[in-house]
């Protein structure tokens, strides 16, 4: 993706730059547009006014003081937002399922976080450059934790746009998260080791909050409780402020996530969860939010036993690509996301492919998805005064010749470089005339 | 055996709202309780409970008819060592003590090893933690209710045990693990590790219990409670005898090393499992009032058990001791019968004696006596068919019930292994 320098050059040709056009008014005008929340308006107008949709319809007109950016033959839709994914992180060595990522680059030199840290902030470890790159799919917002880990840390929600990663926090921190994965030679080891672990790790920020409440009140005479990082990072999971996003990759781990819950009394939110349309009642009757992954072919641990493994891999994929068209069968609302998928795109026609209907899959990436991590109020879909994070495509949304011609986000303009040789280069330096 | 997930798949037990009530009739009732050998008897099952059992029990209108005529109808058998139904590592061994992770929490419903034992007659099973650890987790006793949730498969009301583990396991003597070594590496060393962690528990409770005194004074600021290991009170509830040991040993020596480690420090050993070289120490085992789940004939296999013999069961029982005899397999549990048949060819132990190995033992063992381990009046109708004696060695078993309900009926088994292999294509 190039810079808005270039961007203006190409969108001058497209856009009628009235006398007196402010850069950051903008009239997106004649292009379909699929709100989301709303209806599908034909020929109509979105008003970008600094930052945010001023306005949307079919009689809209546009401001004098707005770049008019003719839409004809264009479908508008909301920002997609990756609720759940790697954007932005240094990538690990992909070891994609049977035979994958042979030919993947090489990781990052960057040390690997400590497995155990929910005091851990993802924020640090973006790095811009690499989260715009995700814009190119038409991601305008993405929440970000390391895959790596049992607790990794607490997750960032981002606005991609900008130079800077403190310019893009849309939310921080978003959610505390658990994998309920295991470590190699070091605790927890096992799942219910894992389990354990949280067990503990919730009790024992219990008491810390209870000692430093009763400190608070009455300080003289009593000693000091011991500041401990790890034990204030549980305190919004335990007021409830903040979830816990516990990432399930087994069916049960969805009941876990719940188990938790009703312990701790605790908001839960699960991602990943490739099998979670067997339990969509429950899921419904407990209003589980659900950030259901497109990465349906994840690298696997390897096993003893070759041959069977096999099979149950190649049935635990063909489960995990009609799990997102089952949910929605069955009436569950759920967030898409990429899930640290290489392609969050191919991963949502896989599911369209596999029969959930296209306007669904679109919700699931966009309004349901800001549902699903409490963002719905200020993005998610197209709507006055919410931020004007938007896609232009040309072609049907998602669709597999559909391309993503245009994103605002943050009501800025960015036109992805189609140039495959050019995808995920790094960005040229930063032009002088869009910094803020 | 792909196919056999399928079948296992299609038969989920599906009982009616209002259950009838179930008479199996015509059978040779093995109750292994005080009515002994019932020829021509009559089980009567209602509400998931035996209702009567005899030779004259009258069949009430509207009963569903169940005709073992020729056939033996026996107790559930109850496995007191599995391993089965658990979901990832079943050990969490980057640490010798792990008192507070728990099976219950990794139960896996859908492993198709409940339903394989189901076809073996299995109605139980005491899934405990792996033996890599000196103290390792908490077990999860379960019935095989086949196609119910994780939770509905836990015994409710089944008494908290937990799994320790002597000798070379824990001391890691046969697994080769990348990096540093794991303490303890010899036997001193497991003795040291489950004494430091008692020695440590006993100052929690100590801690706790002054905690709890204060508590109960009035005036004053509330005290603030001493930090909550789930760990230590794991071990705090061994010590005040809430929790079932379950150890696994082999050799002599060491069994009579954990028993002077728990009468040091005031607890039980509920069972030694596997305790091969149990008969050279029968007596001590019997006199600090621990039962033993043993291998009818397992031996060899690893250089703890080379002293093991046949008639470790028979020479444990014949010194008063409870004993069970277990699979310690997924595979294994679904032949425990003839588990219990070979103590009558080497020990000599009456039939029986040797069927108690695998069904009331157990039970008692695992503090589930109450409810199952025999047919008689009141217990649950946990109950399985079986085409011979079953000891015998053409003996299958035809059909199995929990809580009075048919969880595997072999007659169905078959016709759905050709309709599966027609409707999903498989592999012939």
């Avoid at chain 2, 419903?109 to 007659?121: C, H, P, Q, S």
């Avoid at chain 2, 000798?167 to 001193?188: L, Q």
């Avoid at chain 2, 090393?257 to 050279?280: C, N, P, S």
Wanted: charged share 25%; hydrophobic share 40%; aromatic share 6%.
């Amino acid at each position: 993706m190039r810079r808005v320098m270039t961007v203006a050059v190409l969108a001058a040709s497209l856009a009628t730059l009235a006398l007196g056009a402010r850069r950051d008014v903008f009239a997106i005008v004649g292009g379909r547009v699929v709100t989301v929340s709303g209806p599908v308006y034909d020929n109509a107008t979105v008003v970008v006014r600094d930052g945010l949709i001023e306005a949307v319809g079919p009689g809209v007109a546009a401001p004098p003081d707005a770049r008019v950016i003719e839409a004809k033959g264009l479908t508008i839709t909301p920002g997609l937002i990756d609720a759940f994914g790697g954007v932005g992180l240094p990538s690990a060595p992909a070891r994609g399922g049977r035979g994958g990522g042979g030919a993947s680059p090489a990781p990052a030199a960057s040390p690997a976080g400590n497995p155990l840290a929910p005091q851990a902030f993802a924020l640090d470890r973006v790095r811009p450059d690499e989260a715009l790159k995700a814009r190119d799919q038409g991601v305008t917002t993405a929440l970000v934790i390391p895959k790596e880990g049992v607790l990794p840390g607490q997750s960032v929600i981002l606005n991609l746009s900008g130079e800077k990663t403190e310019g893009m926090v849309l939310k921080q921190p978003a959610a505390l998260h658990l994998h309920m994965a295991t470590l190699t030679r070091q605790y927890p080891g096992a799942l219910m080791g894992t389990i354990a672990y949280a067990r503990q790790a919730l009790y024992d920020a219990r008491a810390y909050r209870e000692e430093w409440a009763a400190y608070d009140r009455s300080p003289r005479g009593r000693k000091r409780p011991r500041y401990d990082a790890a034990l204030e990072a549980w305190q919004d999971v335990l007021s409830g402020r903040e979830p816990l996003v516990v990432t399930a990759t087994r069916e049960n781990d969805v009941r876990r996530a719940l188990a938790l819950a009703d312990e701790f009394k605790i908001k839960v939110a699960v991602a990943g969860a490739p099998q979670a349309s067997r339990l969509a009642s429950l899921i419904k009757q407990r209003s589980l939010p659900l950030l259901v992954s497109v990465n349906f072919d994840p690298p696997r641990a390897a096993t003893f036993f070759g041959a069977e493994d096999e099979e149950r891999e190649r049935k635990d994929i063909e489960e995990a690509q009609k799990n997102p068209a089952e949910l929605h069968k069955a009436g569950v609302r759920f967030a898409l996301v990429s899930g640290y998928a290489a392609s969050f795109l191919d991963g949502i026609r896989k599911a369209v492919e596999k029969g959930l209907p296209r306007e669904a899959a679109l919700k699931a990436v966009t309004l349901d998805a800001a549902e699903a991590v409490g963002i719905a109020d200020r993005t998610g879909s197209v709507e006055t005064g919410k931020i004007a994070n938007l896609v232009l495509w040309s072609g049907e949304p998602l669709a597999k010749d559909a391309k993503v011609k245009m994103v605002f986000v943050d009501g800025q303009l960015y036109e992805p470089d189609e140039r495959p040789d050019r995808r995920g280069e790094p960005s040229p330096s930063p032009s002088p005339e869009v910094e803020r | 055996m792909r196919a056999g997930l399928a079948v296992a798949a299609l038969l989920l037990a599906t009982p009616l709202a209002a259950e009838p009530p179930i008479a199996i009739v015509g059978g040779t009732v093995l109750t292994v309780g005080p009515q002994g050998v019932i020829e021509k008897g009559t089980v009567l099952i209602q509400g998931g409970k035996v209702a009567a059992v005899g030779a004259n029990v009258a069949v009430p209108p509207g009963a569903t008819v169940i005709d073992a005529a020729g056939r033996y109808v026996i107790p559930g058998i109850i496995d007191c060592h599995s391993h089965t139904a658990v979901e990832g590592n079943v050990n969490e061994g980057t640490e010798s003590v792990t008192a507070e992770v728990r099976i219950a929490d990794v139960i896996d419903d859908k492993d198709v090893n409940i339903y394989r034992e189901l076809a073996g007659g299995v109605t139980a099973a005491n899934v405990l933690h792996g033996s890599a650890n000196s103290i390792g987790g908490q077990n999860a006793v379960i019935k095989m209710r086949w196609g119910k949730g994780p939770q509905e498969l836990l015994f409710e009301g089944a008494p908290r045990g937990i799994k320790f583990a002597l000798g070379e396991n824990p001391k890691r003597s046969n697994f080769r693990v990348p990096g540093t070594p794991r303490y303890p590496g010899t036997r001193m060393g497991v003795e040291a590790t489950i004494r430091q962690a008692f020695e440590e528990a006993r100052d929690y409770k100590r801690e706790w219990d002054a905690y709890e005194k204060k508590l109960g004074r009035t005036g004053g600021d509330k005290p603030l409670p001493p930090r909550k290991s789930l760990r230590l009170e794991e071990l705090k509830d061994i010590l005040e005898g809430k929790v079932y040991v379950h150890a696994h040993c082999y050799r002599s020596d060491e069994i009579l090393m954990l028993i002077k480690v728990a009468e040091d420090f005031g607890f039980k050993i509920r069972t030694f499992q596997h305790v091969l070289e149990g008969y050279k120490v029968a007596s001590e085992i019997a006199r600090h009032g621990a039962g033993t789940s043993t291998f009818s004939d397992w031996w060899a296999y690893k250089l703890e058990a080379y002293d093991a013999i046949p008639y470790n069961a028979a020479i444990m029982a014949e010194h008063g001791v409870v004993v069970s005899l277990n699979s310690d397999s997924d595979e294994l549990a679904r032949r425990l019968y003839w588990e219990a048949a070979k103590v009558v060819k080497y020990g000599g132990v009456s039939e029986p004696e040797a069927l108690k190995m695998v069904t009331l033992n157990p039970a008692r063992q695992l503090g589930i006596d109450k409810r199952v381990g025999s047919i008689e009046v009141g217990k649950d109708a946990d109950i399985a068919v079986f085409s011979a004696h079953p000891f015998s060695p053409d003996t299958r078993c035809d059909l199995t019930l929990v809580d009075g309900v048919v969880y595997f009926d072999r007659a169905k088994d078959v016709a759905a292994r050709g309709q599966v292999g027609r409707t999903a294509g498989a592999r012939p």
